[in-house]
Structure formats: C-alpha cells, structure tokens
C-alpha cells in the first residue's frame, strides 16, 4: 500500500468518524463531542492566546475578523443540524439586542456543507448578527473545534482571546451574559 493511499483512507476514516459522531448527536440532541473533553466545558485562560484571523463570506459581504469593530467580538461556530446551536440563536438574538450599543459584535460562523439547509434555518431563526460561511470548514481546524456548538470571547484588533466556551445548555446562559458584561466593562 503507498503512502498516499495509507493517508487517503485516514482521512476517509476520520471523515466518516466525524459524520458517526454528528449523526449520533443529532439524534441524541446533545453537542458533538469528538474528543475526551467534557461537552460543555469553559476556559478562561490565564496567559490569553491570539485568535487565528480569517475571511469568511458573510451574508452581505466578505468579512475579515481583524478588521472588525467594537469592543468585543463573540464567535460563534454553529450547523443547522446542531440541535444546541439552535438553542443559542435566541441567546445570541437577545445578548445582540441587549450589547449591541455597548460594543458588542456577535459573529455567527455556519458550517453547513448544504447551503440550503442553512438558509431553511436562518428564514426562522431571523438572525439580526453578522452570519458568515465556511463549507470548507477551514475556521473550526484552526480554531480546534471539537463540541458544536463552540464560542469564543475575542478583543478585536489585537485579536486576545478572552475565553473559550464549549457547546450549549439553556442554564449557560447567564454566565455567558456574565463574562459578556465583565469584558465589556474592562
């Protein structure tokens, strides 16, 4: 067997580990988890990383996360067949209308491969943050995505990521809100 052929079917392994995985979620209603850490988990680091900067399509233009305004970017990595992710929508909606004018900028990444899909989604959901697309899934590699829905608190200019939260539960909620109000008055 080459090498290329040995590297072909890791891959086609790992590809088809990950559509058990979301399928499994799916059905279950719970977060994918692809790794051994919990499904929601949070971390505030203690010496903060740099967020990895992009370009993504958004629903009215391209958009690159180093050139964004305001005083707090919320990043948000979603998929239409995520039932958490849809649990977050209202949250973000809610948190957007409520922080909006305090610097708050709510950046929801989709994942779909099937634009359709998404696009069902978002003719309910009715989101009134920035939404943008990655089909290519590039984003969630670099940014070590391993729980759906995943989110990150990100100063932009310098790019500091503040905090790093792992999936979604109604009961989330009020300490994300928290950690939104806290960096938003530092």
Request: hydrophobic share 40%; charged share 20%; proline share 6%.
């Amino acid at each position: 067997m080459s090498i290329d052929t040995a590297s072909a079917q890791r891959e086609a392994f790992s590809a088809h580990r990950r559509l058990l995985s979301q399928a499994l979620g799916l059905c279950l209603g719970t977060p994918l988890v692809l790794s051994h850490e919990p499904a929601h988990s949070a971390q505030t680091p203690a010496n903060p990383a740099q967020a990895q900067d992009f370009t993504l399509a958004g629903s009215e233009s391209p958009l690159q996360l180093s050139r964004v305004e305001g005083a707090l970017i919320y990043l948000d990595f979603w998929a239409s067949w995520c039932a958490p992710c849809k649990l977050s929508f209202p949250w973000m909606q809610a948190m957007h209308e409520r922080y909006q004018e305090s610097g708050l900028v709510i950046l929801a990444v989709c994942l779909d491969k099937d634009a359709r899909e998404a696009t069902a989604f978002l003719q309910q959901a009715k989101p009134r943050f920035s939404i943008l697309f990655d089909e290519q899934a590039t984003t969630p590699q670099r940014y070590n995505i391993k729980t759906m829905p995943s989110s990150f608190f990100i100063r932009p200019k310098s790019l500091t990521m503040l905090h790093k939260h792992a999936g979604f539960r109604s009961q989330d909620q009020a300490a994300l809100e928290r950690l939104i109000q806290s960096f938003l008055q530092r």
